[in-house]
């Protein structure tokens, strides 16, 4: 079983990044996805989680508006598109997935993909 996460890079303020979650040798569809991040010195963050079936979604309050979590499960793929972007938004994207709600608490995920890079320019 394996995630991949691509789409990360080096953005200005106020501009847009698509992030990608591949999965490969799981039922994707029976899993919830989310989306964390870690800046540097802070803790991990769920910022966005999506259910099965793309019908019910999750954002911190920091993303909300800003933010969009969607799925393809015909492609095993999931996706974070990111408008607005702010410095405050830099730090390392890692996308994971469970069998479980896609609401908090964000715990017990049975798979991570190794992160991809998001910096902000201001």
């Known amino acids: 079983v394996q995630l991949q996460a691509f789409g990360g890079g080096l953005v200005q303020a106020g501009g847009s990044l698509r992030l990608s979650c591949t999965a490969f040798g799981l039922t994707f569809r029976a899993y919830a996805v989310t989306w964390f991040r870690q800046a540097p010195g802070k803790e991990r963050e769920a910022v966005a989680a999506?259910?099965?079936?793309?019908?019910?979604?999750y954002y911190v309050d920091s993303v909300k508006g800003r933010f969009t979590i969607s799925r393809e499960s015909a492609k095993n793929r999931a996706y974070l598109e990111m408008d607005s972007l702010t410095p405050e938004d830099t730090a390392v994207y890692y996308c994971?997935?469970?069998?479980?709600?896609?609401?908090?608490?964000?715990?017990?995920?049975?798979?991570w993909g190794q992160g991809t890079l998001v910096t902000v320019s201001s």
């Open positions: 999506i259910n099965w079936s793309g019908g019910s979604t």
């Open positions: 994971a997935v469970r069998r479980t709600i896609e609401r908090p608490p964000f715990n017990n995920f049975d798979h």
